[in-house]
């Protein structure tokens, strides 16, 4: 079996996510990581083996066969344009693709004249908490929605969803 060699930009929350669920697949290699906190990305090159880089401008893109982008919205387009360029073969962007319709633009062109296939992350949809308040208000145990105000953090569930109630005030989430 071929070894898949990969690289991460943007080794926050998400990022350090992806290589810890990449770390264990056989016919995986962490290759390359890169984030703006040198320690950081240190750190976590020495616990995966991935050699760190601290401007994803000299990543060994030519050397990855993939690339997962993982970094703040502002910098998926330039990240994904110098992957493109640079070799990689197959690019993960997460959400949202990009600032702008320019921008989203300019990389569908950096990806299509190198034949790169590509991919956008939306998990969102599938995660667990989506699905249970989707399930809520399918049944319309929730009345008639005119509001509602969630928050989670990094896709680890939704705090305050214990407090959800219907319209009559019982309690939903247990």
Known sequence: MKTVNVGIIGMGAMGSGVARKLQPLSGVRLGAFCDVRGEVVRGLGEQYGAAPFTDFKKMPYGDLDAIFIC??????????????????????????????????????????????????GFGGPRSKPIQYINSLL????????????????????FHGLERVRDAQGRRLHH
């Open 71 to 120: 970094t703040t919205n502002d910098w998926h387009a330039d990240c994904v344009i110098a992957a493109a360029e640079g070799g990689t073969r197959n690019i993960f962007c997460e959400k949202p693709l990009a600032r702008t319709l320019a921008e989203a633009r300019s990389m569908v062109q950096a990806v299509e004249k190198r034949k790169i296939r590509t991919s956008m």
């Open 138 to 157: 399918q049944s319309g145990k929730l009345g008639h929605l005119m509001l509602a105000q969630l928050s989670t953090y990094r896709g680890y569930g």
